[in-house]
Nanobody, 118 residues
Framework: QVQLVESGGGLVQPGGSLRLSCAAS????????MGWYRQAPGKERELVAT???????NYVDSVKGRFSISRDNAKNTVYLQMNSLKPEDTAVYYC????????????WGQGTQVTVSS
């Protein structure tokens, strides 16, 4: 099994930056996709960004050009660099791991709060 622990959330002013980290530990699988999701109060959880173990990335339109997902496989860590933050980015951000090892496994982190406000 895999455990995911997010960190790096907090309070930041509009236009500021934060870097979220997700440290993974546990079983090793042949294929995995890491993703960042977010959920604002009263809204459904949405996909923000994903990255494959090969480095392919995708982003929701609202964060393109501002957010960047990356991973350090040696450290078993995925990052979300968030720049030019806006109040509408305020949400709980969750790390998700999708892994395949003869069958699919999915794991979620506990979430970290990001608040963008002056």
């Amino acid at each position: 099994q895999v455990q995911l622990v997010e960190s790096g959330g907090g309070l930041v002013q509009p236009g500021g930056s934060l870097r979220l980290s997700c440290a993974a530990s546990g079983s090793i699988f042949r294929f995995n996709v890491m993703g960042w999701y977010r959920q604002a109060p009263g809204k459904e959880r949405e996909l923000v960004a994903t990255i494959t173990n090969g480095g392919s990335t995708n982003y929701v339109d609202s964060v393109k050009g501002r957010f960047s997902i990356s991973r350090d496989n040696a450290k078993n860590t995925v990052y979300l660099q968030m720049n030019s933050l806006k109040p509408e980015d305020t949400a709980v951000y969750y790390c998700k791991s999708s892994l395949y090892g003869s069958r699919w496994y999915e794991y979620w982190g506990q979430g970290t709060q990001v608040t963008v406000s002056s």
